[in-house]
Nanobody, 120 residues
Framework: QVQLVESGGGLVQPGGSRRLSCAAS????????MGWYRQAPEKQRELVAT???????NYANSVKGRFTISRDNDKNTVYLQMNSLKPEDTAVYYC??????????????WGQGTQVTVSS
């Protein structure tokens, strides 16, 4: 079984920065992609950023130029550096992972979520 453990959420002032981390542990045969989604109150969960096995990032238009996703291959950890934060970035941020856990089995996983609140 694969587990995702997120950290780094909290309260930050508008214009500030925050870094989220998500560490994957368990039986991972091959990495496909990891990423971050977020869900604000009364809104649907939306993609924030993803990164593939070859390191290619993909960002939502709303965070391009402000957020950066990166990955530590050795630690199976993905990071989300969030700069120039805005109140509309306030949400619960969820880590997502897409792995081959055996040669024949591919599955996806979610973290428990970490709250990011942007407010003065």
């Amino acid at each position: 079984q694969v587990q995702l453990v997120e950290s780094g959420g909290g309260l930050v002032q508008p214009g500030g920065s925050r870094r989220l981390s998500c560490a994957a542990s368990g039986s991972i045969f091959r990495f496909v992609a990891m990423g971050w989604y977020r869900q604000a109150p009364e809104k649907q969960r939306e993609l924030v950023a993803t990164i593939t096995g070859d390191g290619s990032p993909n960002y939502a238009n709303s965070v391009k130029g402000r957020f950066t996703i990166s990955r530590d291959n050795d630690k199976n950890t993905v990071y989300l550096q969030m700069n120039s934060l805005k109140p509309e970035d306030t949400a619960v941020y969820y880590c997502h992972a897409d792995f081959w856990i055996t040669y024949f089995t591919r599955d996806n996983y979610w973290g428990q979520g970490t709250q990011v609140t942007v407010s003065s």
